[in-house]
C-alpha cells in the first residue's frame, strides 16, 4: 500500500519559516511528480508548488519567491521550505504523488501562521 507521510507543520508568527517534508514509501519514487496542496477551512483545496521527476518546478503565484520545493530521490521525499509566512498561507497542507493516472495522497499537516 502507498503511503505518503508529512511532518513539519506546525505553528508559527507571521514572518518566520517551516520546511514540511513528506517521504513517500511503496512507490518508484523518481518517476513521480511530486506536490504539495493546501487546504484553508472554507476553501477549495489549491495546489500549492510541484515539481515533476524531471525537477521542473511550478508555484501558485500568491507563494512565488517566498516557498521552494525541492525532491530527494534518494530519500524518497520532498520537501516544502515556506518563508516570509503570512497568516493567509494558515491551512492544512497536503504531499501529493501523480503518474499517469496514479495519485496518491498523504493525510495532510497543520500550518498555522499566528501572532
Known amino acids: 500500500q502507498v503511503q505518503l507521510v508529512e511532518s513539519g507543520g506546525g505553528l508559527v508568527q507571521p514572518g518566520g519559516s517551516l520546511r514540511p517534508s513528506c517521504v513517500a514509501s511503496?512507490?518508484?519514487?523518481?518517476?513521480?511528480?511530486m506536490g504539495w496542496y493546501r487546504q484553508a477551512p472554507g476553501k477549495q483545496r489549491e495546489l500549492v508548488a510541484g515539481?515533476?521527476?524531471?525537477?521542473?518546478?511550478n508555484y501558485v503565484d500568491s507563494v512565488k519567491d517566498r516557498f521552494t520545493i525541492s525532491r530527494d530521490n534518494a530519500k524518497n521525499m520532498v520537501n516544502l521550505q515556506m518563508n516570509s509566512l503570512k497568516p493567509e498561507d494558515t491551512a492544512v497542507y497536503y504531499c501529493?504523488?501523480?503518474?499517469?493516472?496514479?495519485?496518491?495522497w498523504g493525510v495532510g499537516t497543520q500550518v498555522t501562521v499566528s501572532s
Open positions: 511503496r512507490i518508484i519514487f523518481r518517476l513521480y511528480g
Open positions: 515539481i515533476t521527476a524531471g525537477g521542473s518546478t
Open positions: 501529493n504523488a501523480w503518474l499517469g493516472k496514479s495519485d496518491y
